[in-house]
């Protein structure tokens, strides 16, 4: 069956994948964005959150350059998508992707997963105030679901209001759900030239760029005690979670309804809690699972009442 879908990706490079090989690349997809999330935290306690992200965006261009130029994709940006590739760098990969690995350094990486896909809600609140777009009665109520998820991370009886560090924490991914949904809504409002995905490269190659003079001035010199255990989990993180996953996805959505791609994707943050109980020993808490299950209902109701994009987009990590 892999050498199949294999068969079918590499026969539809230059466009549509068939049904099972869309299938199989967003199962893939799915499974990256989703361990991402654990193995972050796990490289954020060996080394800088913001060269962390840095050296993450570095190894990312250094792999979408390749796949860009095998596709005839590689460009220049035109002058009107400057605008989208500044913000995008700016809000999502740099300020998100920073303030998620140093909150990731105070909270566990099922809290922070379950924190950092609040975006759809903030996304559906910013498009309605600065886009004009109505909040329909089944958006209305899946973004109640969202809120009521959010007050059960913040429940004394689950958090530890005493606890400086996991407030700290989760306030910092809070605010990077805040930088995420406002990207979102920008680009949205957007009026493309060229493809998300022809842009990719120069948005994690801007991101890389002033990540590291952030880092150089605020953390200052690099000093890693790089292992092999760390080199993998940066190369997993940087070439598989960030530069194939963003491949892979641009190939499924030409192939896949969205609406069906939006409602797999969901399963990202749910592997993610699983992935991090797995691999980082972090317990499988009730509420967890009970304000994840109100945050992607919500996010359901959402996708199934046209809000799709919106979901496809904050998937990703």
């Given at each position: 069956?892999?050498?199949?879908?294999?068969?079918?990706?590499?026969?539809?490079?230059?466009?549509?994948?068939?049904?099972?090989?869309?299938?199989?690349?967003?199962?893939?997809?799915?499974?990256?964005?989703?361990?991402?999330?654990?193995?972050?935290?796990?490289?954020?306690?060996?080394?800088?959150?913001?060269?962390?992200?840095?050296?993450?965006?570095?190894?990312?261009?250094?792999?979408?350059?390749?796949?860009?130029?095998?596709?005839?994709?590689?460009?220049?940006?035109?002058?009107?998508?400057?605008?989208?590739?500044?913000?995008?760098?700016?809000?999502?990969?740099?300020?998100?992707?920073?303030?998620?690995?140093?909150?990731?350094?105070?909270?566990?990486?099922?809290?922070?997963?379950?924190?950092?896909?609040?975006?759809?809600?903030?996304?559906?609140?910013?498009?309605?105030?600065?886009?004009?777009?109505?909040?329909?009665?089944?958006?209305?109520?899946?973004?109640?679901?969202?809120?009521?998820?959010?007050?059960?991370?913040?429940?004394?009886?689950?958090?530890?209001?005493?606890?400086?560090?996991?407030?700290?924490?989760?306030?910092?991914?809070?605010?990077?759900?805040?930088c995420w949904a406002g990207n979102i809504v920008y680009v949205r409002a957007h009026r493309w030239i060229s493809t998300p995905f022809q842009l990719?490269?120069?948005?994690?190659?801007?991101?890389?760029?002033?990540?590291?003079?952030?880092?150089?001035?605020?953390?200052?010199?690099?000093?890693?005690?790089?292992?092999?255990?760390?080199?993998?989990?940066?190369?997993?993180?940087?070439?598989?979670?960030?530069?194939?996953?963003?491949?892979?996805?641009?190939?499924?959505?030409?192939?896949?309804?969205a609406v069906t791609t939006s409602l797999c994707l969901l399963a990202t943050p749910l592997l993610g809690i699983v992935s991090a109980t797995v691999l980082l020993g972090?317990?499988?808490?009730?509420?967890?699972?009970?304000?994840?299950?109100?945050?992607?209902?919500?996010?359901?109701?959402?996708?199934?009442?046209?809000?799709?994009?919106?979901?496809?987009?904050?998937?990703?990590?």
């Amino acid at each position: 069956m892999r050498v199949k879908m294999v068969k079918d990706v590499k026969r539809d490079m230059s466009g549509g994948l068939s049904t099972r090989g869309a299938a199989g690349l967003l199962a893939l997809v799915v499974f990256a964005w989703g361990t991402n999330w654990p193995v972050t935290r796990t490289i954020v306690h060996e080394m800088p959150p913001l060269w962390a992200t840095a050296i993450r965006c570095m190894i990312a261009a250094a792999g979408l350059a390749p796949l860009l130029w095998a596709q005839g994709d590689f460009i220049i940006p035109k002058r009107g998508d400057m605008p989208v590739v500044l913000c995008t760098s700016v809000l999502h990969l740099v300020a998100f992707s920073a303030l998620v690995a140093a909150g990731l350094q105070f909270v566990p990486a099922g809290r922070a997963i379950v924190l950092g896909y609040t975006t759809p809600i903030w996304v559906a609140i910013g498009a309605s105030i600065f886009l004009s777009e109505a909040i329909s009665a089944r958006r209305a109520i899946g973004i109640g679901c969202g809120i009521a998820g959010l007050a059960v991370i913040f429940n004394p009886a689950t958090l530890n209001w005493s606890d400086r560090n996991a407030l700290y924490g989760s306030g910092l991914i809070l605010i990077a759900a805040f930088c995420w949904a406002g990207n979102i809504v920008y680009v949205r409002a957007h009026r493309w030239i060229s493809t998300p995905f022809q842009l990719v490269f120069w948005q994690v190659l801007l991101a890389a760029a002033l990540l590291s003079v952030l880092a150089w001035f605020t953390e200052g010199a690099p000093h890693i005690a790089w292992t092999p255990r760390l080199a993998a989990l940066m190369l997993y993180s940087g070439i598989v979670c960030t530069a194939f996953a963003n491949w892979a996805m641009t190939m499924v959505n030409r192939s896949l309804p969205a609406v069906t791609t939006s409602l797999c994707l969901l399963a990202t943050p749910l592997l993610g809690i699983v992935s991090a109980t797995v691999l980082l020993g972090e317990p499988l808490e009730p509420s967890l699972f009970l304000a994840m299950t109100l945050i992607i209902g919500g996010i359901a109701l959402g996708a199934i009442g046209g809000g799709s994009s919106q979901v496809a987009s904050s998937a990703r990590v």
